[in-house]
């Protein structure tokens, strides 16, 4: 397993999906965490909502426990790595770090983005696809950290990528972390 493995968390609206794609451009097979609530949500007929989102991804979390999406994913993140680098998308639960950690241990490389709240709340009230308001997404931001343990990933990343700026000041910044790796 040569290949780089790369895990980008931030809070929503952060630009997670930006740098994914960005990895995705290069070549890196994409593993999208949030996948698992959506197949799930499809599977039991239940609409695309934050609502259900939330409950999905904390019902997840209780019945495989606080490690769940990277327990459920780790078998198709071995499998792929064989091939490619891959990007991570979306790794939220300080337990999912520890397992990934403990079974990818040095090929794992976590990216942080971060950004002021209020601007991620504006570029989330514009965003075309699963828009939030800025109550929504402030709802979902307190229930990610008290009930998902999302904080402690992004405290202990690897790299930061403060995204207040340009989409090019972004794209810069991922590239000298990427010539780092």
């Known amino acids: 397993m040569n290949n780089k493995i790369i895990a980008i968390v931030g809070m ?26 959506m197949d799930k949500l499809k599977e039991e007929g239940l609409e695309v909502t934050p609502d259900n989102e939330r409950t999905m991804r904390e019902r997840l979390r209780k019945q495989y426990g606080m490690g769940a999406y990277a327990t459920i994913l ?51 009230e514009k965003r075309e696809i699963r828009k939030l308001t800025k109550e929504e997404a402030t709802k979902r931001d307190i229930s990610e950290i008290e009930n998902l343990a999302k904080g402690g990933p992004i405290s ?11 989409l090019e000041e972004y794209k810069e910044r991922l590239n000298d972390i990427l010539k780092e790796i």
């Open 12 to 37: 929503c609206g952060s630009g997670k999906s930006v740098a994914s794609d960005i990895l995705v451009d290069m070549g890196y097979e994409k593993i999208y965490f949030g996948g698992v609530t």
């Open 156 to 166: 202990y990343a690897d790299y930061y990528i403060f995204n207040n700026g340009t």
């Open 74 to 124: 780790l078998p198709k993140i071995k499998e792929l790595s064989k091939k490619a680098n891959l990007v991570l998308d979306g790794l939220y639960s300080w337990d999912e770090l520890k397992i990934l950690q403990d079974e990818l241990g040095n090929k794992l490389t976590v990216i942080a983005i971060v950004v002021d709240k209020e601007i991620r709340y504006n570029r989330l």
